[in-house]
Nanobody, 119 residues
Framework: VQLQASGGGLVQAGGSLRLSCVAS????????MGWYRQAPGKQRELVAA???????NYANSVKERFTISRDNAKNTANLQMNSLMPEDTGVYYC??????????????WGQGTQVTVSS
């Protein structure tokens, strides 16, 4: 599985950005998708995730501000980020979690897209 993330950039506090992740493969609908971020000097953390069935979960710090969604017809997962704050700054990574026909777990990472929020 190859992942292509896009949509990062520089935005002022209070602004919005929309990240998109396009995944290869013919079984996208079976993937659990997630967005992680890594701020300078910090560990990578889960921001939001959406299961193959559409269930979502969010880091407490982004609840009510970020929304994750998926479009299985386009093999795409999106992260709408509103009311951005400087602490949202970091490199955002798209992530896939899936299992093959032998029930072996596979995970994949995209290349990352930079989000910078200025105060």
């Amino acid at each position: 599985v190859q992942l292509q993330a896009s949509g990062g950039g520089l935005v002022q506090a209070g602004g919005s950005l929309r990240l998109s992740c396009v995944a290869s493969g013919s079984t996208f609908s079976s993937y659990d998708m997630g967005w992680y971020r890594q701020a300078p000097g910090k560990q990578r953390e889960l921001v939001a995730a959406i299961s193959s069935g559409g269930s979502t979960n969010y880091a407490n710090s982004v609840k009510e501000r970020f929304t994750i969604s998926r479009d299985n017809a386009k093999n795409t997962a999106n992260l709408q980020m509103n009311s951005l704050m400087p602490e949202d700054t970091g490199v955002y990574y798209c992530h896939v979690d899936t299992r093959d026909m032998f029930n072996r777990r596979w995970t994949y990472w995209g290349q990352g897209t930079q989000v910078t929020v200025s105060s």
